[in-house]
């Protein structure tokens, strides 16, 4: 019965680059990431040098830290902060699920300066079992999102929000969020710049490097400016370009690659998601799309 339940485990290791900014090593702008299923496995006690945050998205886990017993449901948040020894086991035979990442502490130093305007320690989180829903669906899609991918600007301004969230609301002495002053003109270099590279593959600290501002405040200007994230904007800009194009009789998958989207597929997800209606749907031949194209915003 032991050899069945441990067949259904299953784990996915794997390292990723992230926007750290220049004052960050190449190590330390890297974050590792799993994403695993364990019911018989049972973790001896031990640290990371690394924090060790995640989402239980199936199942309850439980582990010894800091000379308790913790308890970690489905939809729980996980935090474990670096050099503290853990173990972690199934808490029922059904076994547990979830998506972890082990961030470098200075990159979570540097997005908690970043968050309230001046330099902080490394934040430390005292509870390592924490029941936030909302943070936990934000881990998840994050997770997701670093795994798939190949967009610079939607991976980097979805973990510094996210994580950022996570420090302001979790950590002791959360980080209170900086004033952002309105600055219409960094915003307007950011616009352009988005229009004049509407197909490249755009990161956040491109962007932050025209301003000379933080990325993470940058991020935050722009959304309270626009109401989007620069990633929200420049797909707003791609497929309001796509529009024109497939309507000019362009191939749709040709349409794809010339607005810098990963695939045939991924370009089909963003355009419904905007429009309601597929990018077949939305050329000429389709007479019901071509009569009301002009009420597709």
Do not use: C
Not at 83 to 88: A, C, I, S
Not at 93 to 101: A, K, L, T
Not at 233 to 241: E, G
């Amino acid at each position: 019965m032991k050899k069945v339940l441990a067949e259904r485990e299953k784990a996915t290791f794997w390292r990723t680059n992230v926007s750290g900014g220049q004052q960050l090593s190449d190590q330390q702008q890297q974050i590792a990431l799993l994403r695993a299923t364990y019911v018989t496995h049972t973790f001896v006690p031990h640290m990371h040098e690394t924090f060790a945050v995640g989402m239980i998205e199936q199942g309850t886990e439980t582990f010894h830290y800091r000379r308790e017993q913790h308890v970690a449901p489905t939809s729980s948040v996980v935090a474990v902060n670096p050099g503290e020894v853990h173990t972690g086991s199934a808490f029922t035979e059904v076994g547990w699920s979830y998506r972890m990442y082990y961030p470098d502490p200075a990159l979570f130093q540097r997005i908690a300066s970043d968050l309230s305007g001046r330099t902080r320690d490394v934040p430390f989180f005292p509870q390592p079992v924490i029941p936030d829903k909302q943070i936990a669906q934000r881990l998840h899609l994050l997770h997701s999102v670093l795994e798939t991918s190949n967009s610079l600007l939607e991976r980097e301004s979805l973990l510094l929000t996210t994580f950022a969230d996570l420090i302001a609301r979790h950590a002791e002495q959360p980080a209170l969020s900086a004033r952002v002053r309105v600055d219409h003109r960094a915003v307007q270099q950011v616009r352009d710049y988005l229009h004049a590279h509407l197909s490249d593959n755009v990161s956040l600290e491109q962007l932050a490097g025209l301003t000379q501002m933080s990325t993470y405040y940058l991020l935050r200007l722009f959304q309270q400016t626009t109401g989007l994230s620069p990633h929200a904007y420049l797909m707003q800009l791609r497929i309001t370009r796509a529009k024109a194009l497939l309507l000019a009789g362009v191939p749709i998958a040709q349409v794809a690659l010339d607005m810098g989207f990963a695939d045939q597929s991924h370009f089909t997800r963003y355009f419904k998601r905007l429009l309601g209606v597929t990018p077949g749907q939305y050329m000429p031949h389709h007479n019901i799309i071509q009569d009301n194209s002009l009420y597709l915003f």
